[in-house]
């Protein structure tokens, strides 16, 4: 996940933003090709730039210039490795303070090569994501908190914020991970009991915290098997 995590600027806003929200969307239509979107949701800094002003020149130009360089690399990455994969783009809405990636795929099995590509830095591949028999699958072998703080370690962080005496995972108290999945066929049933379904039947959203509560009884997770009608 180094690779993905920083490219998508999140280092030049930790200094203002208190919690950072993770967004992934992946739409499926009924021949199994579909889109993968995965966002960082920095609303929350709109209310930050207000106080600090001029300050939040932090998401300057010359920032951006070197996220958009990183960026077009990992693209190229995933073209240039998977065939299936298609229209790669940057997702970049500075209104609302919605930055990320997207690309299509032909098939389930590419979109898990991708996810493989970005996520998984271990060498072997993993089943993070599947579609067989309308059972759509996803898995995370890796917690999305164990991952991100991995990469908020001094070793991961750029040279820039190497130097500053702050433990940067600290800010992400109160962060979040929405995964929501789309569906051209109807859900009939999902395993994830904190799933929301909506859309007529078409669509599950379903939001955790990166640091979930000892104290719940019920560990939230984003793993889900969704059949399909």
């Given at each position: 996940?180094?690779k993905?995590?920083?490219?998508?600027?999140i280092a030049s806003?930790f200094?203002f933003?208190?919690?950072?929200?993770?967004?992934e969307q992946i739409?499926v239509?009924?021949?199994?090709?579909?889109t993968y979107?995965?966002?960082?949701?920095?609303?929350?800094f709109?209310a930050m730039?207000?106080m600090?002003?001029d300050m939040?020149?932090?998401?300057?130009?010359?920032?951006?210039?070197?996220?958009?360089e990183k960026q077009e690399?990992?693209f190229?990455q995933?073209?240039?490795?998977?065939?299936g994969?298609?229209?790669i783009?940057?997702?970049?809405?500075s209104?609302?303070?919605l930055?990320?990636?997207?690309?299509q795929?032909?098939k389930i099995s590419?979109l898990n090569?991708?996810?493989n590509?970005?996520?998984?830095?271990?060498?072997q591949?993993?089943a993070?994501?599947?579609l067989?028999?309308?059972?759509f699958?996803?898995?995370?072998?890796?917690s999305?908190s164990?991952?991100?703080?991995g990469?908020?370690s001094k070793?991961n962080?750029?040279?820039?914020?190497?130097a500053?005496?702050?433990?940067f995972?600290?800010l992400?108290?109160g962060?979040?991970f929405?995964?929501e999945?789309i569906?051209e066929?109807?859900i009939k049933?999902?395993s994830n009991q904190?799933?929301?379904i909506g859309?007529q039947?078409k669509s599950?959203?379903?939001?955790?915290?990166?640091?979930?509560n000892?104290?719940?009884?019920?560990?939230c997770s984003?793993?889900?098997?969704?059949?399909?009608?």
């Amino acid at each position: 996940m180094k690779k993905l995590f920083w490219c998508l600027g999140i280092a030049s806003v930790f200094l203002f933003s208190a919690c950072l929200n993770l967004k992934e969307q992946i739409q499926v239509n009924k021949d199994g090709s579909g889109t993968y979107r995965f966002l960082l949701d920095l609303s929350e800094f709109n209310a930050m730039t207000a106080m600090f002003g001029d300050m939040a020149d932090m998401k300057s130009d010359e920032n951006f210039s070197v996220i958009d360089e990183k960026q077009e690399q990992l693209f190229k990455q995933l073209e240039d490795s998977i065939q299936g994969i298609h229209n790669i783009k940057p997702v970049v809405d500075s209104i609302n303070n919605l930055f990320g990636f997207e690309f299509q795929f032909d098939k389930i099995s590419d979109l898990n090569h991708a996810l493989n590509l970005l996520f998984n830095e271990k060498g072997q591949p993993i089943a993070f994501v599947s579609l067989e028999n309308n059972i759509f699958k996803r898995n995370y072998p890796t917690s999305i908190s164990d991952q991100v703080v991995g990469q908020l370690s001094k070793d991961n962080l750029p040279e820039e914020l190497q130097a500053i005496p702050f433990d940067f995972s600290a800010l992400l108290n109160g962060s979040t991970f929405t995964s929501e999945y789309i569906f051209e066929k109807n859900i009939k049933n999902v395993s994830n009991q904190k799933s929301l379904i909506g859309n007529q039947f078409k669509s599950v959203i379903t939001t955790c915290p990166l640091f979930p509560n000892e104290n719940d009884s019920i560990v939230c997770s984003n793993e889900n098997i969704i059949e399909l009608q």
